[in-house]
């Protein structure tokens, strides 16, 4: 309920974070925001958002930045927000922590959803998640420019560990049959000459944990900027 989310709120903002959720303790008031590590900005952050008492969470590249130990705190946080009741929309370029953390993968590329569905069968859609891992080989690519994205995909998608969704799974009450809380009819913007999203629809029920998957330029954070009011559609 709301006297958890708000419970959650204090100790991600005060000096119980480390032993409550894991998370590094938040140092004094006085230091400024803009000085904290991307770890401590993104605990403050979902802090800020938590004492709104929000029925939906947005969230905006989760991992962005940040070391594979902190995003695994966050994550937990992220299920433990969940568990209390509250529905989360993630926005994730990281295959393996979108894929991890949502029970239901929405994968868009060029302004349109491709897929929708439960996150296991977007693994069985390597055709998909192949184009995430070729954006990123292009840039990770030594000066031989021999990385090779297949064999990233491959290696990636095979140790993703989905225990986490089995917890999630074992919670009562399908999804299906859960009241909406969010539904998009027809989201459709463009920048200029540039269709950023294209009639895209999503609706969420609540209680799920959706993921917004894509490579860079899919209308991920365009989507989830419009669905908030950040930018007009």
């Known amino acids: 309920g709301g006297g958890d989310r708000v419970d959650l709120a204090v100790a991600l903002a005060g000096a119980a974070v480390g032993s409550g959720l894991g998370l590094a303790t938040l140092p004094e008031r006085s230091q400024l925001a803009g000085d904290l590590s991307g770890g401590e900005q993104q605990q403050l952050a979902l802090a800020m958002t938590l004492l709104l008492r929000p029925r939906v969470l947005l969230i905006d590249e989760l991992s962005l930045g ?15 927000l969940n568990a209390v009741g509250l529905t989360v929309i993630v926005v994730e370029q990281s295959v393996n922590v979108a894929l991890t953390l949502a029970e239901r993968a929405v994968f868009m590329e060029k302004g349109t959803v491709r897929f929708e569905g439960p996150t296991r069968e977007l693994l069985d859609r390597p055709d998909l998640l192949r184009s995430v891992f070729i954006e990123g080989a ?11 994205p297949d ?21 009562p009450g399908d999804a299906a049959h859960r009241p909406a809380v969010l539904q998009c009819r027809d989201v459709t913007k463009r920048f200029g000459g540039v269709q950023a999203l294209s009639h895209v629809d999503l609706t969420v029920n609540a209680g799920e944990i959706v993921g917004l998957i894509g490579p860079n330029g899919a209308g991920k954070t365009t989507f989830v900027d419009a669905i908030s009011g950040f930018v007009p559609s």
Do not use: H, K, M, N
Request: aromatic residues 0%; proline residues 2%.
């Open 66 to 80: 940040l070391s594979p130990l902190i995003v695994a705190a966050l994550c937990d946080v992220v299920r433990r």
């Open 138 to 148: 292009g840039s990770a690519a030594g000066d031989d420019g021999e990385a090779d």
């Open 151 to 171: 064999d990233d995909a491959e290696e990636v998608l095979a140790a993703i560990d989905l225990s986490a969704l089995e917890s999630q799974a074992a919670v």
